[in-house]
């Protein structure tokens, strides 16, 4: 166990034990490629069962998902879509003045192809070189699929676009952009134009990972997914408490608070499940912010309907690579069907329908009367953390009242997965 935390931390002390609850979930998802540009295409769909591993340590966060998870399991789930994939790095070329940077955009645009061929040319003196520790200069999961400039000052950002495979993958793009700017636009572009390059910058803040900004959240970083479901009145007050009515006037209400607050993202809270789930299956943490930038949308389908989505924009994530080796992650991973080639795109999306399940119980506890739901999950599972709570030297009121909160009267917080079609706990 030590041997392998060691490999993953420079200067390993310890490791942290986290509780983790397995959360069930219904996913009808798509099963995904890549097509010759690098863009994901669907292949078919299956509806399936899986338990979601949530490790963290905030009251009430495992039963919300639960929830949302319920008030969709009888309607076959949530649904989910990858339209995009794409991480980029973002390199800064410095030059004597702006009429040279525009040169040299124009330079960069008409050779992006090149670039692409050049990364995968075998003849590269690159292919196969590695430094002296063993590791590879180029990587060939780390596809260059588009290339862009962006003037400013007497400078030129070139943010290279990757897809990289199974990996989250910014080490192999890394990589590969440290190789495109010193060994192809720095060999060639002052031989063919006579223009001195100044300062060079491997990533100048332009590249999205790590932070949430707006180029990101409408163009989308490492995968971009949907997920959706419909959901009526008699679903709503079932599970949620609340009808469509309740739920189309807090999407209006939230959106005035989110563009009066300047929020960068327009929906409830889905960093909480996203984290969650992160911790468990060893993604890198630092990318919570990017991929929790979320827009969220309610319409009113017919008199008892509503139509409910979630778009995660950025969301970082592989299912090699880094953490996903470590014993734990690689357990609930594998859980989930999610260990093995081609399988970062059903992650995605089950993470994505998680996030989109949070979202729903949480909302619906806010937009009934008063937001009484709300107040009651923070009050009595949050007395959990406090010492108040059962196994925590408390009588148990307090966890039991929450779960009827939550949950309501016809749900079972120790439901299982069934067969197909079967709710569990129903």
Known sequence: MVRAFAGVQECLTGFVPLPVAAVPLRVDLGRYRLNEAGEPVEDG?????????????????????????????????????????????????????????????????????????????PANPLAGAETPGGLRLLSRHAILRAVRTHVLGRACHVLYRFTTGDACGPN???????????????????????????????????GGDKKPSYQYFHEGHGKTVIAEAHLDNRQLRRFLKCSAEDVAALEQIGLHGSHASGMQS???????????????TGQDLGMVGTSSMAHSTAERVGSDGVHLSIRLSGLEVGTVGGGTGLPHAQAWLTLMGCSGPGTVYRFAQIIAAATFCLEVSAAASMA???????????????????????????????????????????????????????????
Do not use: K
């Open 368 to 426: 009934a009367q008063g937001s009484e739901n709300f107040y009651q999950a923070h009050l009595q599972r949050g007395g959990l953390r406090n010492g108040h709570g059962a196994g925590a030297g408390g009588d148990g009121d307090e966890a039991g009242g929450a779960v009827a909160a939550l949950a309501g009267p016809e749900a079972d917080p120790r439901g299982h997965p069934g067969a197909e079609g079967e709710r569990p706990g129903g």
């Open 45 to 121: 769909r299956e509806r399936c069962s899986v338990l979601v591993p949530l490790a963290h340590t905030e009251g009430g966060l495992s039963l919300s998902v639960w929830r949302g998870a319920m008030a969709t399991w009888d309607l076959g789930g949530v649904r989910t879509h990858v339209l995009a994939d794409g991480m980029t790095r973002a390199s800064y070329f410095e030059f004597a003045d702006t009429a040279e940077a525009i040169r040299f955009a124009r330079w960069i645009a008409a050779h992006g192809d090149d670039m692409a061929a050049w990364l995968r040319d």
């Open 266 to 280: 327009a929906a409830f809270t889905p960093a909480s499940a996203i984290a969650a789930i992160f911790a468990a």
């Open 172 to 206: 192999l793009m890394t990589r590969n952009a440290h190789a495109l700017n010193n060994h192809y636009v720095l060999a060639r572009f002052p031989a063919e134009t006579g223009v001195s390059v100044g300062r060079v910058v491997l990533e100048a803040n332009m």
